[in-house]
């Protein structure tokens, strides 16, 4: 794509025409910095990567970058094979950039947001779908959550990177692979496995806002060489980046967290491995993060907390045979979580006549349990079409989901309990129609079974049969690497609205549009993708092309509806909805080239439009050809790894994101932003010591807003917007040692 091909892309998004949407704006203005972000980098990567490397391809001591596997895959898969837009983040990149959670790392990713609302990111979106928060109601991921193959959908607070060996993030449906709770998407964490020789790595970090960090982990063979073990720990703690005004604290926003991670690796014969792996989580982190004056200080006299306290367990088996591979999964995770927050946002006394002091606390426990068999060909099957590699597989999920809901304005407290059951047949044929040309073809079949009941009274077992599945054409060319087309069917369940059936239909506080949003439908999402994936100049340079359009219909759009309190105040009651339907379309690229011996560049960018095509919310609003909500435009990501010697290095990493909206409910919006960040590390051949910072330029930018929204009984409540503040300039000095 040339520059003037991604400006007309760009250009071509319009303001919502409505009430407050764009504040008025009827094109998108970006200044000369975010248009060199976007335009640039698209117009001038390849261009200026391969200009360097036709001067350096008979240098041999350029080295050639390193394969990269993508495992959470029916099959393990060479990403320059795979024909689906994903990106990889190894342990290099999680060092570099200094990251300890997952929400560090989604900027690499085109196309990728994360919603705030909490002390840590628990939920994601890719290409503009994806939930941001949960409350009352149960909930269906859109975005699935994999660590080390136990499912945490919907609970990333936990999703620390200490001993994390690589980041998958997989855009698009995959109904083949993982079902209803990846209708946007996947994101796979796998931790590094047990080796045969001991070792062992110490990390420690300190840095400014009480910033202290220590790891430790160590792996090598019990006894010999048929047992491996690994075993990890790690904690972080940080006074966080609110100031307390009214208690004098600068801790109420703190983030305190822990994860102890121990796998064993047990190779009865040379055909056979088994893999446990256990997990904990202790997430104690609070939360205190919106300000009545949008500030990072606060007012609040009860400050909530953000916890979350995980036991999983998780078995691999594998057999080897001649003609096939067997696989029985299996995993059991229960947590634990603890939401809570000052509702007003303000102490008893800021304004006698008017005030209202809340609080509000969501006490979840969640038990998961998973089987799965899966058996695959070891090796080809000669046919006439072709040879023929296949996959089919048997899958079982239990999710049992109970609440606690303790709030000042209740009675007493609010109970629910959710479970779901999911049974999934699936399978994946793989044909080599020559040498070049590969057709794969997958599906899954699923039946899942829902149970709703409260104190409300409210109670419901809506059911769903669902299919989902993946076709692609793929296409291996000397001179352009991997070409491919693909078409894939996602789905999402449908459900209840306990918010809304808890009134009845004739209270005067729900409206008749309301009365109609007691349930909703599955939603279907189909993805049409082309893209080019290959490898240049002997390895040096790695380039993956994605163009795509999706195409949602029964959209289900996650919505609030604001209801007076008598004092004045106002309440929210949150439903999910269907949008008539909806579109996403847009481009990820992203390329890694090893420029010279001591120079490695990497650029990505993701361009997205995402729009309602017919949509009236629960307020009437019309909300055609709106954007979405946290789906910006563009994002990009560039950065170098420098080695001027031996024992130095130094990273540079520059990113950036358009303007999106918080909400389909309201017209708020986070505003463009651009970040730079730095380390700096001297390393010997078994410690390195590194100073670090991140967003240098101290840029306020946020994940979280509200608008329409009165809650500061100063200014006698009335509606304005509020903001959560993202993470401000850090510095820090971090050292690792090596056994």
Same mark, same amino acid.
């Given at each position: ?10 250009? *071509? ?9 764009? &504040? ?31 001067? =350096?391809?008979? $240098? ?37 950039? +200094? ?19 909490? @002390? ?29 193959? !136990? ?8 999703? %620390? ?25 996947? =994101? ?22 009480? &910033? ?17 073990? &690994? ?12 100031? @307390? ?26 055909? *056979? ?7 904990? =989580? ?27 306290? %995980? ?44 005030? /209202? ?17 899966? =058996? ?14 296949? +996959? ?26 959710? +479970? ?28 899942? %079974?829902?149970? #709703? ?43 209840? @609205? ?31 993708? !082309? ?24 959209? *289900? ?46 650029? %990505? ?9 017919? /949509? ?24 170098? *790894? ?15 994101? $358009?303007?999106? /909206? ?19 590390? /001297?390393?010997?051949? @078994? ?29 006698? #409540? ?22």
């Amino acid at each position: 794509m040339n520059q003037s091909t991604a400006s007309n892309f760009i250009t *071509q998004k319009q303001s919502y025409a409505g009430h407050g949407g764009r &504040r008025g704006r009827q094109t998108w203005k970006l200044d000369g910095l975010r248009v060199f972000g976007v335009v640039s980098l698209l117009s001038i990567g390849v261009v200026t990567a391969e200009k360097a490397l036709a001067q =350096i391809v008979d $240098d041999p001591k350029t080295p050639s970058l390193e394969e990269i596997v993508v495992t959470a895959e029916l099959r393990d898969t060479p990403w320059l094979l795979q024909p689906s837009s994903t990106s990889i983040m190894d342990a290099s990149q999680i060092r570099e950039r +200094t990251a300890i959670h997952l929400e560090n790392l989604l900027q690499l990713a085109p196309n990728v947001n994360l919603a705030g609302g909490s @002390n840590r990111a628990r939920f994601y979106q890719i290409r503009g779908v994806g939930e941001r928060s949960q409350f009352v109601d149960p909930l269906n991921p859109s975005v699935g959550l994999l660590i080390d193959g !136990i499912d945490f959908s919907g609970l990333g607070s936990g999703a %620390s990177l200490f001993d994390i060996e690589q980041v998958e993030i997989l855009r698009g449906p995959q109904g083949t692979l993982h079902g209803a709770n990846a209708l946007a998407g996947l =994101i796979n964490m796998r931790s590094a496995a047990p080796e045969s020789e001991f070792a062992a790595r110490l990390q420690s970090t300190v840095g400014d806002y009480g &910033r202290r960090e220590l790891g430790l982990s160590m792996t090598g063979p019990l006894g010999g060489d048929k047992l491996l073990a &690994r075993a990890s720990a790690f904690t972080h703690r940080s006074d966080g980046f609110m100031d @307390n005004g009214f208690l004098n604290q600068s801790d109420t926003n703190a983030r305190d967290e822990t994860v102890l991670r121990g796998r064993l690796k047990w190779l009865p014969s040379t055909q *056979q491995s088994i893999d446990l792996t256990l997990t904990h =989580i202790d997430i104690d982190n609070g939360y205190d993060a919106f300000s009545l004056d949008n500030t990072r200080t606060t007012l609040s006299d009860m400050p909530g907390n953000d916890r979350q306290q %995980s036991d999983a367990l998780g078995i691999h088996y594998s057999f080897s045979g001649s003609r096939f591979l067997t696989e029985i999964m299996a995993s059991a995770a229960t947590t634990d979580t603890d939401y809570s927050y000052d509702e007003d946002w303000s102490f008893v006394g800021i304004a006698p006549e008017l005030e /209202y002091s809340s609080f509000d606390r969501y006490l979840r426990q969640r038990d998961s349990y998973s089987a799965q068999l899966r =058996i695959s060909s070891s090796e080809s099957i000669s046919t006439s079409a072709g040879d023929l590699n296949w +996959t089919t597989g048997l899958y079982a999920l239990n999710d049992d989901e109970s609440l606690q809901r303790e709030y000042t304005y209740l009675a007493e407290d609010f109970r629910s309990r959710f +479970t779901a059951s999911t049974l999934a047949a699936y399978g994946q044929l793989d044909l080599a129609l020559t040498q070049d040309w590969t057709l794969s073809a997958g599906l899954r079949l699923a039946s899942r %079974s829902m149970e #709703y009941d409260d104190s409300n009274g409210v109670a419901s077992e809506p059911d769903n049969t669902l299919w989902g599945g993946k076709l692609s054409l793929q296409y291996a060319s000397d001179s352009l690497g991997m070409l491919y087309a693909s078409l894939s069917r996602g789905y999402r369940a449908g459900g209840v @609205n306990p918010g809304i059936l808890a009134f009845p239909d004739d209270d005067p506080a729900i409206s008749d549009s309301l009365t109609n949003l007691r349930f909703f439908d599955e939603e279907l999402l189909y993805n049409f993708e !082309i893209g080019q994936k290959g490898q240049f100049f002997d390895g040096r340079l790695q380039s993956a092309l994605t163009l795509f359009y999706m195409d949602r219909s029964d959209q *289900q759009v996650r919505g609030s509806v604001v209801i007076p309190r008598d004092d004045g105040s106002t309440a929210f009651v949150d439903y999910t909805a269907n949008a008539a339907s909806g579109y996403n379309l847009g481009l990820e690229w992203e390329l890694r080239a090893a420029a010279t011996e001591s120079l490695e560049v990497y650029l %990505s960018t993701g361009l997205l439009r995402a729009r309602f095509d017919e /949509y009236t919310n629960a307020d009437g609003r019309d909300l055609e050809d709106r954007e979405q909500a946290h789906a910006p435009s563009y994002q990009f990501a560039a950065g170098l *790894q420098w080695r001027p010697s031996k024992h130095w290095q130094t990273d540079l990493q520059w990113e950036g994101r $358009d303007s999106f /909206y918080f909400s389909d409910r309201h017209d708020e919006e986070s505003g463009s932003y651009t970040l730079l960040h730095l380390r700096v590390a /001297y390393e010997r051949e @078994n410690w390195e010591l590194a100073l670090w910072g991140r967003n240098l330029l101290d840029e306020d930018y946020f994940t979280r807003g509200f608008g329409s929204f009165g809650n500061d009984p100063r200014k006698g #409540y009335v509606t304005e917007a509020y903001l959560q503040f993202a993470d401000p300039r850090q510095v820090g000095l971090s050292l690792e040692l090596q056994l």
